[in-house]
């Protein structure tokens, strides 16, 4: 069975506990990349990150989950949401089709 | 193509005929491929943008009620309270088949079937607040289950039809055209060999 992860800062995050979901408070990117190394390596299904922690480290994690099952999704914290996970849908977007036929 | 080589003799023609005829078969076959997957793909991506919108101002809402939550009790009183929680959440990955590419699909089980578990605390210290943040909190959930779904397949999708658009590109624009003008430079070579023969033929008398 596969797990999931919520990892972020602990005000945006400790609620995910009540639901039954593992979190993991870290501080800055450089503390959430060491997690995040060690929880890719085991059996977790859906990687949760928060937008000011996923910013930092987004490319060097998509190297990663890439090549496995993990999907990573980015949720916005405590200041809102600054579009990243759409920014990011859109540079998919591009990838696939060459231009950009989501928000035009 | 000047730059290459090719030996002209009626081998290579019958070779580079074979190989043509399997190019632009390939290349048919990849273009329906291409365009079935931007079909599945634009159509996922629709449907990743509204759940990620939805998803979004959820969450801000949970974390805007999380937030007075906290103001309205101690920091230790809801660091013990959400300290250990009762439910648990594991989540079982099948596989969805869309024209040959796997994408992953996920169902969660929760360890408990009493959807109340999800208050891990006693009532008596903790705000009305809180419990209404955790519910919050629960109703997205799903929809965070299916963002993260969809998000994995938009993303294996999105390579695998740039990797089928480099291969079409790739046969229409370069393989096909060398193909063919090595065609065209071996028939036109065998031609002008069969040319030099029947003249160089009548010029000794062998016919006339």
Not at chain 1, 6 to 30: H, N, Q, R, S
Not at chain 1, 65 to 90: C, H, M, Y
Not at chain 2, 168 to 187: D, F, M, R, W
């Amino acid at each position: 069975m596969y797990r999931i992860a919520v990892v972020g800062e602990k005000d945006c995050i400790y609620g995910f506990a009540a639901l039954g979901l593992e979190t993991f408070p870290v501080k800055t990117a450089k503390e959430a990349k060491l997690v995040v190394n060690k929880l890719l390596k085991e059996k977790i299904a859906i990687l949760y990150l928060t937008e000011s922690i996923i910013s930092e480290i987004y490319d060097e994690l998509m190297k990663f989950a890439s090549e496995s099952v993990t999907s990573v999704v980015s949720i916005p914290d405590l200041f809102g949401s600054s579009n990243f996970g759409l920014n990011k849908l859109r540079e998919t977007v591009i990838k696939a089709t060459g231009r950009d036929i989501l928000f035009s | 193509m000047a730059n290459i080589q090719i030996n002209p003799t009626r081998m290579e023609l019958s070779r580079l005929k074979k190989k043509r005829i399997m190019a632009l078969r390939g290349h048919k076959l990849l273009k329906d491929k291409r365009d079935e997957l931007m079909k599945e793909f634009i159509s996922l991506v629709e449907e990743n943008k509204m759940l990620r919108e939805k998803v979004e101002t959820k969450l801000k809402k949970s974390n805007q009620k999380f937030f007075l939550a906290k103001s309205e009790m101690t920091e230790e009183v809801l660091a013990v309270s959400l300290l250990a929680p009762k439910q648990s959440i594991s989540i079982d990955v099948t596989k969805r088949n869309i024209m040959g590419i796997e994408v992953p699909k996920f169902n969660y089980a929760t360890r408990t079937p009493n959807p109340n578990d999800i208050y891990s605390y006693g009532l008596a210290f903790t705000s009305s607040g809180l419990d209404d943040a955790v519910k919050s909190l629960y109703e997205v959930f799903e929809d965070m289950l299916k963002l993260a779904e969809i998000e994995k397949s938009c993303q294996i999708l999105a390579s695998e039809i740039e990797k089928t658009r480099r291969r079409v590109n790739a046969l229409e624009h370069v393989v096909i055209p060398q193909t063919e003008a090595g065609i065209k430079y071996i028939s036109m070579k065998l031609d002008e060999n069969e040319r030099s023969a029947q003249v160089r033929l009548m010029k000794t008398g062998a016919i006339k």
